[in-house]
Structure formats: C-alpha cells, structure tokens
C-alpha cells in the first residue's frame, strides 16, 4: 500500500470486536511514535498503555465522548511533559500519537482520538492512571480490531488551499 493510499484509508474506528491486540502490533504502534519528530528532538512524551476492562470502562465514564473505549481492547494514553519542551510538548506529543494511529492502521487495527488535556475531567483520569501531577493527559486513544466500516469524507482541496498568499486560489 502506498503512503497517501494508507492515509486516506484512516478512518475514526468506535466499535470493536472482542479480540485481543497481540502486543507485538502494540509495540510496532510505539516503536512508531516513538520515533516521530519533535523540535529540538526533545520528545516530551510518555505513553501510557491500558488493557485493563474495569480501568477502560472507567474511562469511558469519565469522558464524555469516548465511551467507545470501554469496548476497545486497549487504550493508548499519551501524556506530554511541559518540563521537557514548554512550547511544543502539545504539538510533538499529538505528532507521535498520529504516528501511532497510522501505524494501527497499517497493522489493520482501528484507533479513535478523544481530547483530554486542557477539560474539566484531565485530573479524574490523571487519578485515575496514578499519573504525576507534572504531566498532561494529550487524549484517549482506542485501539483494537475494527467492527465497522471505515468510512467519511474530506472537504475539496481546492476550498483548503491558498498559492503564495491567502485568498489566492
């Protein structure tokens, strides 16, 4: 599969069937993000893997839109550290999780985002997880074979490009 095709094939994934991730993909997943970019190559992330059914089910509680992880066999936690890289920690962090997510995708598993950090319920799941006050929830990501059909659709290119100076088409 060539790399456009693969990512024009990812698709927000919210119901699993009950089959087990082998941790080999798993590992591919986090071998994936991490080595994506980060400014300075500071990498200010950690990640947080949860396979626990009472521990999901909990999340999914304490999120209001996620309630899919519950059914996902797994969640993928990334959590970014502001004492690493102040200014990029959001944005290198949410590189990685991406690279996690195509890779799942490539291995022929289903992820699906829920924003975490910055909400009201960030400290709930920090608790939850026994995370250290110094870090940031990013998201909740599920992961686990899909039970649906991949489907959506994108805006036209050409409404979301401007050549050399905006407004210009």
């Not at 087990?20 to 500071?42: F, G």
């Not at 940031?136 to 686990?144: C, E």
Request: charged share 25%; with cysteine; glycine share 4%.
């Amino acid at each position: 599969m060539d790399v456009l095709q693969l990512l024009k094939g990812r698709r927000s994934i919210r119901k699993y069937l009950n089959t087990p991730v082998e941790d080999e993909k798993i590992l591919q997943c986090l071998e994936a993000a991490r080595w994506a970019p980060s400014a300075s190559n500071k990498q200010p992330w950690e990640f947080l893997v949860v396979k626990n059914k009472m521990i999901r089910e909990k999340l999914a509680e304490l999120h209001p839109y996620a309630k899919f992880v519950a059914q996902s066999p797994v969640v993928f936690v990334p959590l970014t550290n502001p004492k690493i890289h102040p200014k990029y920690h959001k944005s290198d962090t949410a590189l990685a999780t991406l690279q996690f997510m195509i890779t799942a995708h490539a291995l022929e598993l289903g992820t699906c985002w829920a924003g975490v950090i910055g909400t009201s319920f960030e400290k709930e799941i920090k608790k939850l997880l026994h995370i250290p006050d110094h870090l940031h929830v990013l998201a909740i990501i599920a992961l686990g074979y899909p039970d649906q059909k991949r489907e959506s659709t994108r805006k036209e290119l050409d409404t979301l490009t401007h050549w050399e100076s905006y407004g210009l088409k």
